[in-house]
């Protein structure tokens, strides 16, 4: 129920001498302080559809959402306690958890159960659906990208020859610019992102192949919730409140994608419209929805593919002690599953 529809309501009790429990006021609200993987576009249209129709509010929760510098640095920044939720890669925090066994951090709710982890080239440079046809072209890789983070265990997978690779470090704002080009033969990156930035770039759309690690070999997660431990333990009604609110942001964007897309136009005008809503429709079809969340609802992780997970990461990452799954990921705050299908 949108703010709007709570004052009338309020309105009409008052009209009514019918009573209605006060709307909580600003200071009995609990403060989250909650970090994106990136900027305000399309696949965060959940969090802010949480905030505009008051479904964090509801549960007693004042959320104030940033933009990110991509999935990998949003981990530190709530092990720190700089924010105490936050959306980042899970592999990525796999990594950090080996290194930093007691970090304070863990993943709670999955959100890409399939990552949109890929390399994305052009047919015109001789890049295919196959991924050896990147043998011997040059890759453009932002080093902090969470896809180019699963290179190796990629390369593993996929049984690609690196001797003739050559990767160029490049930042992301010219990623997909030098790829269009054609400076670079392919880049790393999400699929919802590259591919649609290239669309806007110029690119024709039977010139772009996205090679999806996760169609090769990887059968990995992708982005999930994370909070800060020490926070969670002191605030664990704060914790389930935000997944229940989120968990309705998500039903309510996969049910109209073409409403949800205005909380996020609100928040960067700069935008496209069309595309940011061609990128959330891309991530729901592809990351979000698949048929184990058709299954198992929104948010859970099945521990067995998230330990064959850490397996395969070990070729990626340097991990003599990988974090067990249930370091990775705590379930418990996870709502019934018939509340969290997502249709």
């Given amino acids: 129920m949108s703010k709007l529809s709570r004052a009338a309501l309020f309105a009409g009790a008052l009209v009514f001498a019918t009573p209605l429990a006060a709307p909580l006021a600003a200071e009995d609200l609990t403060p989250v302080r909650f970090t994106l993987d990136w900027k305000f576009e399309g696949p965060s249209a959940p969090f802010f559809v949480a905030i505009d129709n008051g479904y964090f509010e509801d549960e007693g929760l004042d959320v104030t959402i940033d933009t990110g510098a991509g999935s990998r640095e949003a981990i530190p920044r709530v092990a720190t306690g700089a924010y105490e ?9 796999v990594k950090f958890l080996a290194d930093q066994p007691d970090a304070a951090v863990e993943g709670i709710f999955m959100v890409y159960d399939k990552p949109p982890f890929a390399v994305i080239g052009r047919k015109s440079q001789g890049v295919t659906e196959d991924p050896k ?5 040059t890759l453009g890789a932002p080093p902090p990208d969470a896809a180019f983070g699963q290179w190796a265990a990629f390369v593993d997978a996929a049984g690609i020859d690196t001797s ?3 990767i160029e470090n490049v930042g992301f704002p010219v990623r997909e610019p030098m790829l269009a080009q054609g400076k670079v033969d392919a880049i790393f990156g999400y699929s919802f992102s590259s591919v649609l930035n290239l669309l806007a770039q110029g ?9 999806m690690m996760a169609d090769n070999g990887l059968d990995l997660y992708g982005n999930a919730v994370m909070v800060n431990t020490e926070w969670a333990e002191a605030n664990p009604e704060a914790v389930e409140g935000f ?3 989120l968990v309705k942001g998500l039903q309510a964007t996969v049910a109209d994608p073409e409403t949800a897309i205005k909380s996020v136009m609100s928040r960067n005008e700069i935008a496209d419209e069309a595309t940011e809503l061609a990128r959330l429709k891309m991530a729901i079809a592809d990351n ?3 048929e184990a969340v058709e299954t198992d ?3 859970a992780v099945d521990m067995d593919r998230l330990g064959a997970s850490i397996t395969q990461l070990q070729t990626s990452f340097d991990m003599p002690n990988p974090p067990a799954p249930e370091r ?9 599953v018939e509340d969290r299908l997502p249709n």
């Fill in 85 to 93: 939720m936050g959306f980042g890669d899970l592999n990525a925090l």
């Fill in 133 to 137: 046809s990147l043998e011997g072209k």
């Fill in 164 to 166: 003739d690779i050559t």
């Fill in 243 to 245: 997944v229940r609110a």
């Fill in 288 to 290: 979000i929805v698949t």
């Fill in 328 to 336: 990775v990921f705590d379930p418990a705050y996870l709502p019934p």
């Fill in 203 to 211: 690119v024709a759309e039977d010139d772009i192949v996205a090679i």
């Fill in 297 to 299: 609802g929104l948010g």
